[in-house]
């Protein structure tokens, strides 16, 4: 096992303890986004990270203190709102850092609103599976994953929804986390 994989199977470990009941956001939610994945799309900005990659787009959400915590059915109630939206999309922040809570997000919207939910994650796909438990479980709820961490010297804009070219989109299929294809 090397260092990275070692301290990334750490990283994940230290989630974040809130109430099942209540997510850390870093701001609104957003929505009509067309650059975090296919069609039109609701943004979650998850706040925590223990990533901290030289040159990440977003270095306010690495604060596990920060940002706001918000109940739950506040989120819900707001996504139902939105009109037009296809899909949800979990940024960071690290998303994974909070894994039943996004999952209870992720499953809400698949169910009730029909539409399809991506993720954002610093970790792995690999790094994921391997520690299981809630952070599996929230990856099984996807479609599709944007994974590993953002490298400033393989920084790369020509590529679709990544910002380095170690970033991988995979395509999941929902409910067993199994890889479709990747990009």
């Known amino acids: 096992m090397t260092d990275w994989h070692k301290l ?5 470990a230290k989630q974040e303890e809130l109430p099942e009941d209540k997510i850390r956001l870093s701001g609104p939610i957003e929505h009509d986004s067309i650059v975090n994945g296919d069609g039109l799309r609701a943004v979650l900005w998850t706040q ?9 787009q977003n270095p306010e959400t690495w604060d596990y203190c920060g940002g706001m915590v ?3 059915d506040d989120v819900l109630k707001q996504l139902s709102e ?9 940024c960071g922040g690290e998303p994974f850092v909070q894994p039943k809570q996004c999952k209870i997000i992720a499953d809400y919207v698949r169910k ?3 539409w399809d939910v991506w993720s ?14 809630e952070p599996w479980e ?12 953002f490298i400033l010297k393989q920084r790369d804009l020509s590529l679709r929804f990544r910002g380095s070219k170690n970033q991988r989109l995979i395509k999941l299929e929902y409910g067993t986390g199994k890889i479709l294809s990747i990009e």
């Open 138 to 149: 929230f990856l099984k709820s996807l479609d599709a994953i944007i994974d590993g961490p």
């Open 8 to 12: 990334a199977l750490e990283k994940i």
């Open 70 to 72: 918000v109940p739950i």
């Open 48 to 56: 925590g990270c223990p990533n901290h990659c030289p040159g990440c």
């Open 82 to 90: 939105l009109k037009g939206q296809t899909g949800l999309t979990f």
């Open 112 to 114: 009730e609103l029909g």
């Open 120 to 133: 954002f994650s610093g970790f792995t796909y690999e790094i994921i599976k391997e520690y299981g438990k």
